[in-house]
């Protein structure tokens, strides 16, 4: 047997041309241009081929890209002073700082300080308490992206198992959130997790967001289920060249799997079109306007 591959790519570009169309009617209806400033803080190379990226799609989505580089050394007290900018320019309507940041800046520190109805990552507490508590939020990027996905091979993801290996607050805990929410049985693996591949096999559809490449082998996956790979980890090719891996070993789960994303071209590129669909939300919410039905 050999998976559906799930193409992330073109659902993610399917999703641009709706926030497109979407930003082109908020400026022909009411003249508002959403705006996204996105911070980053030093030099990581594949840092900035994100923010490139989410540049560029931001202008061809019609919205104000907003492009703010510091240089590693910049002090925290800075970065706040900057954010809080940010937090009072009404051009600007969603804020997203590049994440990690340099050893020298609490990352807390700066969502804290992130006005939640920009906080388009969907980091701040009052957005990661909303979303537990079932309010309208804005909810994080990748999480989303996994669940649309996961949608395409089940439209109703009720009653499901759904296993999701790592806890992190960007996206274990939320993606949880979300498949709760999406009536799944939920439960969250991790490092710490006893017997994990069995765990693992239990799920119908299981999500990956451990970043350690390859770690979920073939023998973890249920024969038909559902794979989401969260992880995108450089590793280096053999001829000395990087590559890009999963956190799912791709070639021996696509013989088990039902449907499985791959990496590249799965879950990374839903993660900027859900970032540019929050943004255009969070503009909407900003000027008081419902979001459409
Ligand atoms: N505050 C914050 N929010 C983030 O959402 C955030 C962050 N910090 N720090 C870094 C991670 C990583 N991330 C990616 C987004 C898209 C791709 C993506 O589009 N990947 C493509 C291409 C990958 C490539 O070729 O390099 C793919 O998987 O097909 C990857 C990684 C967002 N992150
Ligand atoms: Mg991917």
Redesign the pocket.
Known sequence: MSARIID??AI?AGLRAEVAAGVARLKESHGITPGLAVVLVGEDP??A??VR??GRQTVEAGMASFEHRLDASTSQAALLDLVRRLNDDPAVNGI?????LPGHIDPAAVIDTIDPAKDV?G?HVVNAGRLATGLPALV???PVGCVILAKQVHPDLTGLEAVVVGRSN?VGKPVAQLLLAENCTVTIAHSRTRAVADVCRRADLLVAAVGRPEMIRGGWVKPGATVIDVG?N?VAAGDGTAR?VGDVAFDEARQVAGAIT???????????AC?LRNTLEATRRQHGLEAPG
């Open positions: 992330g790519k993610a594949a840092s081929v994100y990226n989410k997203l700082v590049q994440l990690p990552d980091f994080p990027c990748t960007i995108i450089r890009l791959p990496v590249p071209g799965g879950v990374g590129p839903m993660t900027i970032l």
